[in-house]
């Protein structure tokens, strides 16, 4: 007998990515929202309690649930060494040459302690509202999410007609947000079907960073992703 193996999209949450919405195996919709940062300690004291105080009001107003994500990568700054070391060496001024060397050394002697962190905020919005669950009624789901077992592909979805049915749910929650976080000053993006397929596709691939894929939604859903020569 043949012997059926299961795909990394039978142990993942996500059965479609579509109309810049994520669609979940359990029929919920969700949206997802990039935010940029702020350099909260460039701030006073009075700007920073401000900030505090008003990120307090939305997260007390909303009456649906959030999800928060901060996404943080190493980043190889040795690029940007090797560029401030060639810099350095075409600057015939030699108080000039002395204080970019002083600084290439700066950042040598600060990566060597600190890593360099690339980090993204997302913010998810799911539709419907808060979903109560007794904890524990099943006694074998820790061993379901082990196997992946509460993953698998679902069947009977109607993709098209579940986006029907949430999105008047969901707009009026992203606008909401969009409105309020401008008021901290912070721009909230919703991302795209493009740029949804490249974040999970970052989230679940093993080979971080080595995989290079072009902006065709195509090329993510083939059977044996591949490499593109750059």
Do not use: W
Not at 47 to 67: G, K, M, W
Not at 113 to 128: A, C, E, R, T, W
Not at 192 to 220: C, H, N, P, Q, R
């Amino acid at each position: 007998m043949d012997k059926t193996y299961d795909s990394t999209q039978d142990f993942i949450d996500i059965h479609d990515i579509k109309n810049d919405l994520v669609i979940l195996k359990n029929g919920k919709v969700a949206c997802v929202l990039q935010l940029n940062s702020i350099n909260f300690d460039l701030l006073s004291t009075r700007e920073q309690d401000a900030i505090i105080s008003s990120y307090s009001e939305i997260i007390n107003s909303l009456n649906f649930t959030v999800q928060i994500v901060i996404k943080s990568r190493a980043m190889n700054i040795e690029k940007y060494v090797n560029k401030l070391l060639d810099i350095e060496q075409k600057i015939n001024d030699p108080l000039l040459r002395v204080q970019a060397e002083a600084y290439r050394k700066f950042v040598q002697s600060t990566i060597k302690v600190n890593k360099v962190l690339d980090k993204q905020f997302y913010l998810v919005i799911p539709s419907g509202y808060v979903e109560y669950e007794e904890v524990g009624k099943n006694p074998f789901e820790f061993f379901n999410k082990l196997m992946g077992k509460q993953n698998k592909r679902a069947v009977n979805i109607d993709v098209d007609k579940i986006i029907a049915e949430t999105r008047g749910d969901l707009i009026p929650k992203v606008d909401t947000l969009i409105r309020l976080f401008e008021k901290i000053h912070i721009n909230a993006k919703r991302l795209t079907t493009v740029e949804l397929v490249k974040l999970y596709f970052d989230a679940y691939k093993e080979s971080s960073g080595k995989i290079k894929i072009g902006d065709s939604i195509a090329e993510y859903k083939a059977p044996l992703v591949e490499p593109n020569v750059i």
